[in-house]
């Protein structure tokens, strides 16, 4: 029955992009003209931030575009509160937008993904279940039930850890994150269950991927 809510809840409170960017179409070849900004973080293997505590940049490379139309937006409204981040998104058009989205859903691993009923360990299988994570991330916590979800699966789970906690967030003015589904899950855990969470859904294998800039291979 709680799997039944989340689902239903999923594709009723998923984020949604504002009404004059819906029928934007992306263009990859454009999104790969317009990635500079994106290239100074995402684009460095191992690139760290020390913001809002030091942890490695997510990869966003095989990412779907739908997630990340959904993330940009949301900082350049302020529902996520990131400085750098609602700077760099308040700088792009829609349009730019929707090409970067499309741009980077195009450069994934293609890697095979794994079963994480197969892999999770017992203390990871609660952790899952109680979470609900596969109902809106998929399966192999790739294949997300709504495009404005984001796959997971081999995140860096530095990333993730921070990511999860800051859904617990609310009373800081440049911290956290504004959405009801993940907020309401979130404090449903220790920050100690949020570590080991993160760390396994880091470990698998993943579509994910950061792309390096040529001069710096």
């Known amino acids: 029955m709680k799997n039944l809510f989340l689902t239903l809840a999923c594709f009723l409170m998923a984020a949604s992009l504002p009404a004059q960017a819906v029928d934007i179409k992306g263009d990859a070849t454009a999104g790969a003209k317009k990635n500079a900004l994106c290239m100074g973080c995402h684009g460095i293997k191992g690139y760290h931030t020390g913001f809002p505590e030091v942890h490695q940049v997510p990869k966003?490379?095989?990412?779907?575009?739908?997630?990340?139309?959904?993330?940009?937006h949301a900082y350049k409204t302020g529902e996520r509160k990131h400085p750098s981040m609602r700077t760099l998104a308040?700088?792009?058009?829609?349009?730019?937008?929707a090409d970067l989205a499309a741009y980077y859903e195009s450069t994934g691993t293609g890697a095979t993904l794994a079963d994480t009923a197969e892999l999770a360990s017992p203390v990871a299988t609660e952790l899952l279940t109680k979470g609900g994570c596969v109902t809106c991330h998929g399966a192999n916590l790739s294949k997300p039930v709504?495009?404005?979800?984001?796959?997971?699966?081999?995140?860096?789970?530095?990333y993730l850890y921070v990511a999860l906690r800051s859904y617990k967030t609310n009373d800081k003015p440049m911290i956290g994150r504004g959405h009801p589904i993940m907020g309401g899950i979130a404090k449903q855990f220790s920050n100690a269950e949020l570590k080991?969470?993160?760390?396994y859904v880091g470990s698998l294998p993943s579509e994910l991927q950061t792309m390096q800039r040529a001069r710096i291979k």
Not at 60 to 72: K, N, P, V
Not at 90 to 97: G, P, V
Not at 147 to 156: D, E, F, L, M, V
């Open 90 to 97: 308040s700088s792009l058009s829609d349009q730019d937008i």
């Open 60 to 72: 966003i490379s095989g990412q779907g575009a739908g997630y990340i139309r959904s993330a940009l």
């Open 146 to 158: 709504d495009p404005s979800y984001p796959k997971i699966a081999g995140q860096h789970s530095d």
């Open 196 to 199: 080991e969470l993160a760390n």
